[in-house]
Protein backbone atom coordinates (compact mmCIF):
# COMPACT_ATOMS: atom_id res chain seq x y z
CA UNK A 1 0.00 0.00 0.00
CA UNK A 2 0.94 3.94 -0.42
CA UNK A 3 0.91 4.43 2.60
CA UNK A 4 3.55 1.77 4.08
CA UNK A 5 5.85 3.19 1.70
CA UNK A 6 5.41 7.02 2.75
CA UNK A 7 6.35 5.80 6.31
CA UNK A 8 10.00 6.76 5.93
CA UNK A 9 9.86 10.21 4.68
CA UNK A 10 13.13 11.76 2.75
CA UNK A 11 14.72 14.68 4.02
CA UNK A 12 13.99 16.68 0.90
CA UNK A 13 10.03 16.85 0.30
CA UNK A 14 8.44 18.52 -1.84
CA UNK A 15 4.88 20.42 -2.22
CA UNK A 16 3.83 17.53 -4.77
CA UNK A 17 5.32 14.77 -2.60
CA UNK A 18 3.42 16.08 0.22
CA UNK A 19 0.22 16.82 -1.35
CA UNK A 20 0.08 13.15 -2.65
CA UNK A 21 0.87 12.20 1.13
CA UNK A 22 -2.30 13.72 1.79
CA UNK A 23 -4.35 12.68 -0.24
CA UNK A 24 -3.45 9.21 0.40
CA UNK A 25 -4.02 9.63 4.57
CA UNK A 26 -7.40 11.34 4.02
CA UNK A 27 -8.37 8.44 1.42
CA UNK A 28 -6.82 5.75 4.06
CA UNK A 29 -8.73 7.44 6.62
CA UNK A 30 -12.19 7.06 4.90
CA UNK A 31 -11.63 4.14 3.63
CA UNK A 32 -11.08 2.50 6.58
CA UNK A 33 -12.63 4.72 9.87
CA UNK A 34 -14.70 7.14 8.61
CA UNK A 35 -16.69 5.35 5.42
CA UNK A 36 -15.74 1.53 5.92
CA UNK A 37 -17.62 -0.45 3.37
CA UNK A 38 -15.71 -3.99 4.09
CA UNK A 39 -13.63 -3.78 1.38
CA UNK A 40 -10.70 -3.35 3.42
CA UNK A 41 -9.12 0.44 2.51
CA UNK A 42 -10.72 0.81 -0.80
CA UNK A 43 -12.32 3.89 -1.01
CA UNK A 44 -15.48 4.66 -3.38
CA UNK A 45 -14.84 6.65 -6.53
CA UNK A 46 -17.23 9.45 -5.32
CA UNK A 47 -14.87 10.78 -2.64
CA UNK A 48 -12.05 11.93 -5.17
CA UNK A 49 -13.40 14.77 -5.93
CA UNK A 50 -13.49 16.09 -2.42
CA UNK A 51 -9.35 15.59 -2.46
CA UNK A 52 -8.85 17.03 -5.85
CA UNK A 53 -7.84 20.69 -4.64
CA UNK A 54 -6.54 20.54 -1.05
CA UNK A 55 -5.74 24.46 -0.86
CA UNK A 56 -9.81 25.09 -1.69
CA UNK A 57 -11.50 25.58 1.16
CA UNK A 58 -15.02 24.43 0.89
CA UNK A 59 -16.79 23.21 3.89
CA UNK A 60 -18.35 19.68 3.46
CA UNK A 61 -20.35 18.06 6.54
CA UNK A 62 -18.46 15.57 6.90
CA UNK A 63 -19.96 14.49 10.40
CA UNK A 64 -23.21 14.20 8.55
CA UNK A 65 -22.06 12.29 6.00
CA UNK A 66 -20.39 9.81 8.21
CA UNK A 67 -23.51 9.51 10.25
CA UNK A 68 -25.80 9.16 7.04
CA UNK A 69 -23.33 6.46 5.74
CA UNK A 70 -23.82 4.60 9.43
CA UNK A 71 -27.25 4.55 9.23
CA UNK A 72 -27.35 3.28 5.31
CA UNK A 73 -24.93 0.65 6.70
CA UNK A 74 -26.78 -0.30 9.32
CA UNK A 75 -30.08 -0.35 7.54
CA UNK A 76 -28.68 -2.86 5.00
CA UNK A 77 -27.63 -5.02 8.01
CA UNK A 78 -30.49 -5.47 9.58
CA UNK A 79 -32.73 -5.86 5.88
CA UNK A 80 -29.17 -8.96 5.20
CA UNK A 81 -29.38 -10.28 8.67
CA UNK A 82 -33.22 -11.19 8.68
CA UNK A 83 -32.22 -13.73 4.49
CA UNK A 84 -28.79 -14.16 5.42
CA UNK A 85 -26.64 -15.50 8.35
CA UNK A 86 -23.46 -14.50 6.51
CA UNK A 87 -23.30 -10.64 6.71
CA UNK A 88 -20.81 -8.06 8.50
CA UNK A 89 -21.78 -4.61 9.69
CA UNK A 90 -20.06 -1.95 8.80
CA UNK A 91 -20.39 1.84 8.57
CA UNK A 92 -18.31 4.22 11.50
CA UNK A 93 -18.03 1.90 14.19
CA UNK A 94 -15.98 4.41 16.20
CA UNK A 95 -19.43 5.74 15.79
CA UNK A 96 -21.54 3.95 17.06
CA UNK A 97 -19.41 2.21 19.39
CA UNK A 98 -19.26 6.29 21.44
CA UNK A 99 -22.92 6.56 20.96
CA UNK A 100 -23.95 3.08 22.35
CA UNK A 101 -21.16 4.65 25.85
CA UNK A 102 -23.61 7.31 26.07
CA UNK A 103 -26.47 5.68 25.73
CA UNK A 104 -26.17 2.46 27.71
CA UNK A 105 -23.91 1.26 30.86
CA UNK A 106 -23.35 -2.12 29.46
CA UNK A 107 -19.41 -2.57 28.34
CA UNK A 108 -19.16 0.75 28.78
CA UNK A 109 -15.73 1.74 30.27
CA UNK A 110 -14.78 3.55 33.14
CA UNK A 111 -14.85 7.63 32.13
CA UNK A 112 -12.55 9.58 33.71
CA UNK A 113 -13.69 12.91 32.38
CA UNK A 114 -17.76 13.84 33.47
CA UNK A 115 -19.94 15.27 31.11
CA UNK A 116 -19.47 18.64 32.52
CA UNK A 117 -15.84 19.44 31.61
CA UNK A 118 -16.78 21.07 28.67
CA UNK A 119 -14.46 18.53 26.43
CA UNK A 120 -14.73 19.32 22.69
CA UNK A 121 -14.98 15.87 21.90
CA UNK A 122 -17.65 13.19 23.31
CA UNK A 123 -15.47 10.33 22.32
CA UNK A 124 -12.36 11.63 24.87
CA UNK A 125 -14.13 11.14 27.47
CA UNK A 126 -14.16 7.24 27.05
CA UNK A 127 -10.71 6.69 26.47
CA UNK A 128 -9.13 3.86 28.03
CA UNK A 129 -6.38 3.61 29.86
CA UNK A 130 -5.92 -0.10 30.67
CA UNK A 131 -7.13 -2.38 28.21
CA UNK A 132 -8.84 -5.41 29.98
CA UNK A 133 -7.76 -8.58 27.87
CA UNK A 134 -8.77 -11.05 30.73
CA UNK A 135 -11.59 -11.94 28.50
CA UNK A 136 -11.70 -11.90 24.63
CA UNK A 137 -14.95 -11.36 23.14
CA UNK A 138 -15.68 -14.56 22.30
CA UNK A 139 -16.39 -14.41 26.04
CA UNK A 140 -18.33 -11.52 26.38
CA UNK A 141 -20.46 -10.88 23.52
CA UNK A 142 -23.12 -13.62 25.21
CA UNK A 143 -22.70 -11.89 28.25
CA UNK A 144 -23.57 -8.45 26.40
CA UNK A 145 -26.13 -10.12 24.37
CA UNK A 146 -28.06 -11.06 27.46
CA UNK A 147 -27.67 -7.58 29.12
CA UNK A 148 -29.00 -5.92 26.11
CA UNK A 149 -32.17 -8.45 25.93
CA UNK A 150 -32.71 -8.06 29.56
CA UNK A 151 -32.05 -3.74 29.35
CA UNK A 152 -35.28 -2.14 31.30
CA UNK A 153 -36.29 1.22 29.92
CA UNK A 154 -34.67 3.36 33.09
CA UNK A 155 -31.23 1.83 32.40
CA UNK A 156 -31.19 3.90 28.99
CA UNK A 157 -29.81 7.36 28.98
CA UNK A 158 -32.42 9.28 26.44
CA UNK A 159 -30.74 12.47 26.27
CA UNK A 160 -27.37 12.13 27.20
CA UNK A 161 -25.87 15.36 25.29
CA UNK A 162 -28.61 18.03 27.44
CA UNK A 163 -25.92 20.84 28.74
CA UNK A 164 -26.68 21.80 32.37
CA UNK A 165 -26.88 25.32 32.91
CA UNK A 166 -24.69 25.58 36.38
CA UNK A 167 -21.62 23.15 34.54
CA UNK A 168 -18.76 25.21 33.96
CA UNK A 169 -17.87 27.15 30.28
CA UNK A 170 -13.97 26.13 29.53
Known sequence: MFLDRTTDAPVV?????????????????????????????????????????????????????????????????VKTTSNT????????????QVWSYEHFAIGRPVSHISRETGIFSVAKRWTVDEVDQAHSRTQVAPIYRSQFDSVEHMEVTWMPYIIRLDAPIM
Not at 87 to 94: A, E
Open 85 to 96: CNTNLTGCMLLL
Open 13 to 77: VDENRIVCCTRAYLLALCGSVLFPNGTGCKVSVRLLPFFENLKQNTPHAWGTAVLSFLYTCLTEF
